[in-house]
């Protein structure tokens, strides 16, 4: 009786130890700041897009990026309109204040340059 009591705490020890492994290794990819989260190459970048402002942030793993020497090029297309805007850095996100038309079925493509390094990330706003 001692030894299958023994497998048994070896047994929910290990599948303990495992589902803490697997969990560790996901990071939550919710909006934080209320926009379209998707991410590319491990990062997340989120989108906020208002008819006055359009803010994306960038996470990496969860924790925030330093985006002091980022910047981004973001085309937005809605229906047969396009418009093309500079995001620069404000704070913790990249920023662009104007008029901007977006709403649901908005598409935005932006390419994010850090370090040199561009990415390109896709979103469909809701």
């Not at 209320?34 to 590319?40: D, I, L, M």
Request: no cysteine; charged share 25%.
């Amino acid at each position: 009786m001692k030894i299958l009591h023994m497998i048994a705490t070896t047994v929910l020890a290990a599948f303990a130890a495992s589902s803490a492994v697997q969990a560790a290794g996901k990071h939550d990819h919710s909006p934080k700041h209320g926009g379209v989260v998707v991410e590319v190459k491990d990062m997340d970048y989120e989108l906020v897009a208002k008819s006055t402002s359009i803010q994306l942030y960038l996470r990496d793993h969860g924790k925030g990026v330093d985006v002091s020497k980022a910047s981004a090029k973001l085309t937005l297309l809605t229906g047969t309109e396009r418009q093309e805007v500079e995001l620069k850095p404000a704070g913790d996100k990249l920023e662009a204040t104007g008029s901007f038309k977006v709403g649901p079925g908005t598409k935005a493509v932006t390419v994010v340059t850090i370090n040199g390094k561009p990415a390109t990330a896709r979103f469909t706003l809701k």
